[in-house]
């Protein structure tokens, strides 16, 4: 597509209950990421996505977050068990390649009441 | 990783230049400056990126000093939606990961 698309743009969920985020990098982008950001604060790595290579998930907050990416294309975060100080806005951005500068979707926002 | 130091906050007349000042002393050889920005509740926008080179592109300019030490984002005539805050990043060595690490940046607020 001509940009990334994220969906949903908004997700209210109940404490406790699984949430997938889903995002569609920009046609053959090799990199995806991973970003959040709370409410007023800056961006927080969470997750990097490099063509076949093992991803950096080196920004997981715990292990009730993890993230795929199928044939290289759509990644998917997921989730489980959500809690209150998850509620934040998720970003993902893709890149051509690891040089080349990203370009963001919109975000999800999500709300854990 | 290198890190950045930016200005918290800065104003800019409307029409005028706005310079924004970037020190990233720690910077290694290989390491390339980006600047992006974030207008309120969109996603971040990549604006610019160099090595040691000066750049400039349809949307700003991007001056490094010689010594790689700092780097000054120029917007050569700022308009109100330029009111954004605006990202100075330090990409880690190629050999590494491309992640970008987002400081707490500079917030511009362009006034008429």
């Known amino acids: 597509g001509a940009g990334v698309s994220q969906s949903p743009s908004n997700k209210v969920t109940e404490k406790g209950k699984d949430v997938e985020l889903r995002c569609d990098p920009i046609s053959g982008h090799t990199a995806l990421y991973w970003y959040r950001q709370s409410l007023g604060q800056g961006l927080e790595f969470l997750i990097y996505f490099q063509g076949n290579s093992a991803p950096d998930k080196s920004g997981l907050p715990s292990d009730r977050f993890s993230a795929e990416r199928t044939g290289g294309s759509v990644s998917t975060l997921t989730i489980q068990r959500t809690q209150q100080e998850d509620s934040a806005v998720y970003l993902c951005a893709s890149s051509a390649q690891v040089n080349y500068g990203y370009t963001f979707g919109s975000g999800t926002r999500l709300t854990v009441v | 990783d290198a890190k950045t130091t930016q200005p918290p906050s800065m104003d800019c007349a409307e029409g005028r230049a706005a310079n924004l000042p970037c020190n990233h002393s720690?910077?290694?050889?290989?390491?390339?400056v980006y600047w992006y920005r974030q207008i309120h509740s969109q996603g971040p926008q990549y604006i610019i990126h160099?090595?040691?080179n000066n750049e400039t592109n349809e949307m700003a300019s991007l001056i490094i000093t010689e010594d790689r030490k700092s780097s000054t984002l120029i917007l050569p005539h700022a308009t109100l939606r330029d009111t954004a805050v605006y990202y100075c990043?330090?990409?880690?060595?190629?050999?590494?990961?491309?992640?970008?690490?987002f400081g707490q940046g500079t917030t511009l607020q362009v006034k008429p």
């Open positions: 990043i330090v990409r880690p060595p190629r050999s590494n990961t491309g992640k970008l690490i």
């Open positions: 160099g090595l040691k």
């Open positions: 720690t910077i290694s050889g290989n390491e390339y």
